[in-house]
Nanobody, 115 residues
Framework: QMQLLESGGGLVQPGGSLRLSCAAS????????MGWYRQAPGKQRELVAT???????NYADSVKGRFTISRDNVKNTVYLQMNSLKPEDTAVYYC?????????WGRGTQVTVSS
């Protein structure tokens, strides 16, 4: 099974930036789509951004213009650059890789935006 490992979370002030990384144990081309999801306490897990193996990108409306998803196929890593962070961005961020039939999840990394 493909393993996904997130890193880069932490505590930042409103307006600050973080870059999350999702390192895969194998080729990210094994997945049709990779993406980032987040879950705040008491809330459902929600989609943040996705990127396909071809490079098609989709963002949640709440992060458009602030977050950027990208991939490095040589390093088998997907990134989420988060700028202009807001307190409502506070959540555990999870990396996901998906095929038509199945998906894989990382363990998550905490992002806290607070002054």
């Amino acid at each position: 099974q493909m393993q996904l490992l997130e890193s880069g979370g932490g505590l930042v002030q409103p307006g600050g930036s973080l870059r999350l990384s999702c390192a895969a144990s194998g080729s990210i081309f094994s997945f049709d789509t990779m993406g980032w999801y987040r879950q705040a306490p008491g809330k459902q897990r929600e989609l943040v951004a996705t990127i396909t193996s071809i490079g098609r990108i989709n963002y949640a409306d709440s992060v458009k213009g602030r977050f950027t998803i990208s991939r490095d196929n040589v390093k088998n890593t997907v990134y989420l650059q988060m700028n202009s962070l807001k307190p409502e961005d506070t959540a555990v961020y999870y990396c996901n890789g998906r095929t038509v039939a199945s998906g894989s999840w990382g363990r998550g990394t905490q992002v806290t935006v607070s002054s």
